[in-house]
């Protein structure tokens, strides 16, 4: 048996024997994290009916049609649960931070296991998504398992929300298999990238900004500043501002990108984007990390902020 077969036999177990499962997300959580919790929250509220069931974490605006609700339960229900943590890296990401509180912790995540964490931890950073791994762990297990259409549509989000729609390298032919078996299951590709690719008319004219207003260097490093009172202006919130993030990779003379986001404690957050050049060792110089080619930093001021933008582009240079 392989350790993943190990894994993923172990996390069944745990969900067989625990009456209460609580099941948790990142913070600011995006399309894979809603659906990797939303996805296991509902095949095992269909296949068990007797368990609780709860999927914690701040709720979002931006994402209706995950259908993930924000369950409000106390710290009376940690007691003896089983807690499901799905895509989140490290423990400060962690929403809602009483999962501490439980009996038995597990982490399902595909980002680098820089923070190893719980009980049981299924780490594979060789999956796309998340919402990859827990389709997997369902079509294992689906002789045991009720996988509910909605079940199949949360994970499909998940991973093209992560994937670009197939886009990024993490894309595997393991990733196509699953999205060929949740298509089976009765998601539906055509409305699901519909939904996950509008933008609203505010994040339209962001958008319009940023592609008049970016850099671009002569090695390939494009970037722009979105201000507070810019996103006021535009009333975007930060959270939906990073809709506009893709497109700057769209530019056929880009190889690099980053937006930087002025954050209300007068940091700023710097999204990282790279169509080859590994950006993730200098975002983790900067109080970040994440994957190779797409990863998250924070800057504290001008200096920091000329400094990364200094260290992406000499990097650019190199690999001329
Ligand atoms: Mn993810």
Redesign the pocket.
Known sequence: MTDTKALELAIFQAIESYNTIIIHRHVRP?P??LG?QGALASVIRATYKDKAVYTVGEGTADLPFMQVESDDISEGHYQQALVIVC?SANQERIDDQRYLLAEKIIKI???PNTDPYGDISWVDPSMS???EMVAKWCKDFEDQLIIPQKAAQQLYY?II??TGRFLYDATSDHTFEMAAYLKRKGADPASAGRDLDQISPEVAQLLAYVLEEAKISPNGLAYVTLTESLLRRFKVSEADSSQIVPYLGKISTVKAWIVFVQQKDGSTRCRMRSKGVVINDIASQFRGGGHPLASGAKVLNDEEKRAIIKAVDKKLAQEV
């Open positions: 995006d894979d994290a990797s895509d995540d595909h980002h998504s998340a919402s998940g929300g992560d």
